[in-house]
């Protein structure tokens, strides 16, 4: 009888442990703070073994942004994780807390140690993308873009790009857009689309795989509590998730959690956390207003995320807790 238990608790013990997914991340990194909210989640889900993170690429064309992420990489304990970055791109100011990067010690030692001094050092992001995608199994790639269209848009253009991600990626979940916030004649411009509008138009044309959106209402209605920032990250002297809420735009305030919606559901789609629309079509207009065509016949690549307020109030949590987990201590 013990003999038999014990297999069966080992079979649920395989059952229960799915393969990491194999994860990249495109990001703006510095123009919100829920980038940072998103690229901490990720590392503490890495640490469960839920994914791998295989890249950071970023859009913003700052050199501190490359830098900063290279420094939350490396308080996570994945000091090595490639980076890449945009060359000409859209948003070219520094970013309200990307400074964070280089704050130094009483001692003259960086606050954040790392070694990746500046995006200037960092390869191109479209090079760095075909080149991990060439490694992996076919169809085993997820990519959560939270930033601007720019990357992704030129690695469609890039030779052979489009014919790689068709063969390696199996879905792109992105945060951007507007599909439930439509009343009377007005439409919400989403930030990440209209930043870059003839990328996201190419993208939502061109895009070969599965695209899930998590637009602008959903990080609304599972805004992230102030008061978590406040009290719940003093178990070290410096916490970046912290400094960069302050520096960005200080509490009290609930910043909606746009970005990690996107990295919850491209890690954990199973979990029941979101809903999706029928499948269809994204079209992006000139003003970068996004309008979703469901397809009759159930087909389109195209979906959106779909939150009751019940959801609502487990992805808050879960998003929080995901965030405000400590990185690992310093040997």
């Not at 014990?6 to 649920?12: D, G, I, K, S, V």
């Not at 060359?87 to 003259?108: V, Y």
């Not at 199994?137 to 253009?157: C, E, K, M």
Request: hydrophobic letters at 40%; one cysteine or more.
């Amino acid at each position: 009888m013990k003999k038999l238990i014990t297999l069966f608790l080992c079979a649920l013990c395989g059952l229960s442990q799915a393969a990491p997914v194999k994860l990249i991340f495109d990001t703006d990194m510095g123009n919100d703070v829920d980038d940072l909210m998103a690229l901490a989640m990720i590392h503490n889900l890495q640490k469960r073994g839920a994914c791998e993170l295989l890249a950071v690429t970023i859009t913003k064309d700052h050199p501190q942004a490359a830098a900063f992420v290279d420094a939350v990489n490396t308080l996570y304990g994945y000091p090595d994780i490639p980076i890449g970055v945009v060359r000409d791109g859209a948003a070219k100011e520094a970013g309200k807390f990307n400074l964070l990067a280089d704050e130094k010690n009483a001692d003259g030692s960086l606050r954040y140690p790392h070694d990746l001094k500046s995006g200037a050092d960092a390869p191109e992001a479209v090079g760095l993308i075909k080149d991990i995608l060439a490694k992996q199994p076919d169809g085993s790639v997820v990519i959560a873009q939270v930033g601007f269209f720019t990357n992704l848009s030129r690695l469609l253009d890039s030779p052979g790009g489009k014919e790689l991600v068709a063969k390696k990626v199996k879905v792109l979940s992105i945060m951007a857009g507007a599909f439930q916030t439509v009343q009377w004649d007005t439409r919400h411009l989403e930030y990440n689309v209209k930043l870059d509008v003839p990328a996201a138009q190419k993208l939502a044309k061109e895009w070969p795989t599965q695209v899930v959106w998590s637009g602008y209402e959903i990080g609304v209605a599972a805004a992230f509590p102030h008061v978590v920032i406040e009290q719940d990250l003093e178990y070290i002297p410096h916490h970046p998730l912290k400094e960069a809420y302050y520096l960005y735009n200080p509490p009290p305030h609930d910043r909606p959690t746009w970005d990690p919606t996107s990295v919850l559901y491209a890690v954990l789609p199973e979990r029941g956390y979101f809903d999706l629309s029928p499948p269809g079509t994204v079209i992006v207009e000139d003003d970068s207003a996004t309008l979703f065509r469901a397809n009759k016949k159930g087909k389109g690549n195209h979906r959106f995320l779909v939150m009751s307020p019940e959801q609502a109030a487990r992805v808050r949590e879960a998003i929080v807790q995901l965030s405000v987990e400590p990185p690992p201590a310093k040997k």
